[in-house]
């Protein structure tokens, strides 16, 4: 069963690999533990995992004000995982571009 559902490549992400090279992010199905993240990371892309953080959002809800009134919605909630990887180790998500 696929746990991940994309790679994570935001500004701060981003900002996160360049201070920690070897730690990166991933979009993830909210019932997915550490141990089935870790095992999909490592069959996936060929990596050794070290650590696995996850994070849960809560959808938050939002309005806006147009032309046509007021419109209200609902932000999806999601979780997020950065995985730490063992020293050396990389993960390339531009390179089948």
Do not use: C, W
């Amino acid at each position: 069963m696929a746990f991940i559902i994309k790679p994570l490549v935001t500004e701060k992400m981003t900002n996160i690999t360049e201070k920690k090279p070897n730690r990166f992010g991933f979009i993830v199905r909210p019932e997915a533990n550490k141990l089935e993240i870790k095992k999909e990371v490592e069959e996936l892309y060929h990596v050794t995992v070290e650590d696995v953080n996850t994070l849960r959002y809560a959808g938050k809800r939002s309005a806006r004000y147009t032309k046509a009134g007021l419109v209200r919605g609902q932000k999806n909630a999601f979780k997020k995982a950065i995985v730490t990887l063992k020293e050396g180790d990389t993960i390339d998500f531009y390179s089948n571009i």
